[in-house]
């Protein structure tokens, strides 16, 4: 019997909405799960929240506005791994900011292809003057319209 499980056609106008969002401690393990057609990032972690992509899972989101695939802030961990895929065509693959870490354990496809846009894009919020985030992992498939990662303190 298949696994697949389909995410499709939650969220709202506003931040913090989505396909799936895992905060204050959460863990999520998402496996061989299609999560697409959502309002938000597919993928969203807050608040020390672990969330394990994995299998041939794809996060993707609508081809309208300028929308990441993933959002991993305020001490959260995302890690993609086995075959699993985050693609955003409107933003970056990826943000990542505020003390978290990425990690690309596999050849996973990780893509922003809006315009000005990077795979993996690490960003600071005030009183910080840098980013603290890490990325880790083989990020020879991590790509974007302006290069793979902007800003991330990245350890391949």
Known sequence: LGTTNT???NGAAGPENGGIEVRVGGTATIRDAIIADNTGAAIQAFDAAIVDLRGSSSATVPATGQTAGAIVRRGSFL????????????????????LAEVAIRDANTIVG???????????YTTPMTAPA???VGYLANVSGTLGSSANCNAFP
Request: a negative charge; proline letters at 0%.
């Open 7 to 9: 995410i499709t056609g």
């Open 79 to 98: 890690s993609v791994r086995e075959g699993a895929s985050i693609v955003s065509a409107t933003h970056d693959g990826i943000e990542a900011g505020e």
């Open 113 to 123: 292809n809006g315009a000005n846009s990077y795979g993996i894009a690490c960003f």
């Open 133 to 135: 985030v890490a990325l």
